[in-house]
T-cell receptor, first 116, second 112 residues
């Protein structure tokens, strides 16, 4: 079964450093997302991406964050100048976006970011 | 904004049925989902239901939707120890870019 893959599975970074989290969405999907889950808390929406542009973003997704689809397969989340409170599991997701079962959103295994 | 609420914890004996409940506020939700998260792992889609359906059954899983009360439930028949995990209810907003709002998650503990 096709799946969303994410790398790295775990990254430790120093406060103030830049981090890039990578994702390969399912190949025929058109919508891409990033969500995050701070330890013990809810899964929170960060951003959705369609047709090579951001379609919606949450209040969390400020200027510190950016997303990019650098080629036909990868979807990246860049976090600049990381803070301690950015420590979380970051989930990439994708969906076909064609209605019906195509609205089902599939998540990757997550990238666990620890900022020290 | 949209809100999705779940009870935090449920404990059942192996072999019994588990019922995990969820309430949501967005009356225009189009799709509602159940995801399973095992410790340290990702979000596994279990099942989903379209908002014009009342019930959906998939093997041991039964989803019931009461749209009037904005109440969603997941019943797991013959619960096994491998079902121990956190279960998230989630709803997709209508008319937008397919943003999904997650509930707080219910931790299911299955006692052998």
């Amino acid at each position: 079964e096709p799946e969303v893959t994410q790398t790295p599975s775990h990254q430790v970074t120093q406060m103030g450093q830049e981090v890039i989290l990578r994702c390969v969405p399912i190949s025929n999907h058109l919508y891409f997302y990033w969500y995050r889950q701070i330890l013990g808390q809810k899964v929170e929406f960060l951003v959705s991406f369609y047709n090579n542009e951001i379609s919606e973003k949450s209040e969390i997704f400020d200027d510190q964050f950016s997303v990019e689809r650098p080629d036909g397969s990868n979807f990246t989340l860049k976090i600049r100048s990381t803070k301690l409170e950015d420590s979380a599991m970051y989930f990439c997701a994708s969906s076909e976006g064609t209605g019906g079962s195509g609205n089902t959103i599939y998540f990757g295994e997550g990238s666990w970011l620890t900022v020290v | 904004g949209e809100d999705v609420e779940q009870s935090l914890f449920l404990s059942v004996r192996e072999g019994d049925s588990s019922v995990i409940n969820c309430t949501y506020t967005d009356s225009s939700s189009t799709y509602l989902y159940w995801y399973k998260q095992e410790p340290g792992a990702g979000l596994q889609l279990l099942t989903y239901i379209f908002s014009n359906m009342d019930m959906k059954q998939d093997q041991r899983l039964t989803v019931l939707l009461n749209k009037k009360d904005k109440h969603l439930s997941l019943r797991i028949a013959d619960t096994q120890t491998g079902d121990s995990a956190i279960y998230f209810c989630a709803e997709m907003e209508s008319g937008g870019y397919q943003k999904v709002t997650f509930g707080t998650g219910t931790k299911l503990q299955v006692i052998p």
